[in-house]
């Protein structure tokens, strides 16, 4: 069955990085743009960007241009955020998902799947 | 970026009560909506997508409409276990947003 397995919890000072792991199986890994998601203690979802496994582009949403880098290695079909410059703010889950809509070739899909999610804080 | 709204913020009711939630986009954003239930130290799950298709596994007593601007996520007949956090999502316009919950209270 798809699984996405998500790296460990981690704390950070403030002003360093963190980096995320996404382990995919179950499907083919190049056909499904990579989501991140995240979600501070007590607040609502919040889209941070996406990656295409197979050519390796991404976007992301415009609060975190800049500040988080999104790579994949095709070879363990593993996705990995980045998120640098970390304040208190940042503190929070990250989830990376598979979401519904459609494949990267553009053919509808209602195929949905999340991690477990990482928790992340950023504490001096 | 598209925001979503969504109304009520909490929502009170019983058991076999039920509950009509609502989102509405500030930009025509078609069918491309999906909602989600959360729980507690869970990731969220997916509900309705493309505004009223039920996704795998989801009970018929979930229904979701509407198109354009403005969407409903039905629950005909609340379970214990539905009462949780929901979430519209839009996907028409990158980014993808959500809304910032509706929280179903027993």
């Known amino acids: 069955q798809v699984q996405l397995v998500q790296s460990g919890a981690e704390v950070k000072e403030p002003g360093a990085s963190v980096k995320v792991s996404c382990e995919t199986s179950g499907y083919t890994f190049t056909d499904y743009y990579i989501h991140w998601v995240r979600q501070a203690p007590g607040q609502g979802l919040e889209y941070m960007g996406r990656i295409n496994p197979d050519s390796g582009g991404a976007d992301f949403a415009q609060k975190f241009q800049g500040r988080v880098t999104l790579t994949r290695d095709t070879s363990i079909s593993t996705v990995y955020m980045q998120l640098s410059r970390l304040t208190s703010d940042d503190t929070a889950v990250y989830y990376c998902?598979?979401?519904?809509?459609?494949?990267?070739?553009?053919?509808?899909?209602?195929?949905?799947?999340w991690g477990r999610g990482t928790p992340v804080t950023v504490s001096s | 970026e598209i925001v979503m709204t969504q109304s009520p913020a909490t929502l009170s009711l019983s058991p076999g009560e039920r509950a009509t939630l609502s989102c509405r986009a500030s930009q025509n954003i078609a069918t491309t909506l999906a909602w989600y239930q959360q729980k507690p130290g869970q990731p969220p799950r997916l509900l309705i997508y493309y505004a009223s298709n039920r996704a795998t596994g989801i009970p018929a007593r979930f229904s979701g409409s509407g198109s354009g601007t403005d969407f409903t996520l039905t629950i005909s007949s609340l379970e214990p276990e539905d009462f949780a956090v929901y979430y519209c999502?839009?996907?028409?316009?990158?980014?993808?947003?959500f809304g910032q919950g509706t929280k179903l209270d027993i």
């Open positions: 998902a598979r979401l519904w809509g459609w494949t990267i070739s553009g053919v509808s899909s209602p195929a949905e799947n």
């Open positions: 999502q839009q996907r028409r316009i990158r980014p993808d947003t």
